[in-house]
């Protein structure tokens, strides 16, 4: 089955400009997540999906970060505008539900901002 | 915070068992230890989870301690492509839904 897809695999944008980040999950999984990673860290949650509903975005700054799943599918996460410290690895995962599932993790996006 | 406590970096020969420790001192009876790891560049990859007993599946084993406050990941045949990032995760409650909560991992090398 086809995995987890992400793009674009790479971004470079200036502090204060704008950036979205695109998430297809293995097809049949309701949930979705969205995770920071900082070089040298552990992913961080931003934010969870379940189908189409927020289930915990308790650690998504909501002041610049936003992100929509509209149809219980594919996602998007954008940042607005971005900061220096936005720079990192931005992984999009998915499972099937939110018990004992295993977490299926696209490659991710690296963002640099200058 | 992450739950666990994890050794920053392990070597290990290829061929031979990658034993990674973690301690989890502070577990709550109904949370489950995972494991994940990261090959360079790559998104996490899910190896294993355990509750209380130990499993086993094609990747590895879980061994858990009686009182849960730590467990090993063994790798039994080591290979160089088990080079990578390895997390012990504990799966806590958070509202109505559960969190994993990622540490900074251990960075395993297979050396040939």
């Known amino acids: 089955e086809a995995g987890v897809a992400q793009s674009p695999r790479y971004k470079i944008i200036e502090k204060r400009q704008s950036v979205a980040f695109w998430c297809n999950p293995i097809s049949g999984h309701a949930t979705l997540y969205w995770y920071q990673q900082i070089l040298g860290q552990g992913p961080k949650l931003l934010i969870q999906f379940q189908n189409n509903g927020v289930v915990d975005d308790s650690q998504l700054p909501k002041d610049r970060f936003s992100a929509e799943r509209l149809k219980g599918v594919d996602s998007t996460l954008k940042i607005q505008p971005a900061k220096l410290e936005d720079s990192a690895v931005y992984l999009c995962a998915s499972s099937w539900g939110q018990g004992l599932e295993a977490q299926y993790f696209g490659p991710g996006t690296r963002l640099l901002v200058l | 915070d992450a739950k666990t406590t994890q050794p920053p970096s392990m070597d290990c020969a290829e061929g031979r068992a990658a034993n990674l420790p973690c301690n989890h001192s502070?577990?709550?009876?109904?949370?489950?230890v995972y494991w994940y790891r990261q090959i360079h560049s790559q998104g996490p990859q899910y190896i294993i989870h355990?509750?209380?007993?130990?499993e086993t599946n094609e990747m590895a084993s879980l061994i858990i301690t009686e009182d849960r406050k730590s467990s090993t990941l063994i790798l039994p045949h080591a290979t160089l492509r088990d080079t990578a990032v390895y997390y012990c995760?504990?799966?806590?409650?958070?509202?109505?839904?559960?969190?994993?909560?990622w540490g900074a991992g251990t960075k395993l090398i297979i050396k040939p």
């Open positions: 502070t577990i709550s009876g109904n949370e489950y």
């Open positions: 355990g509750l209380k007993n130990n």
């Open positions: 995760i504990v799966r806590v409650p958070a509202d109505s839904n559960y969190q994993l909560i």
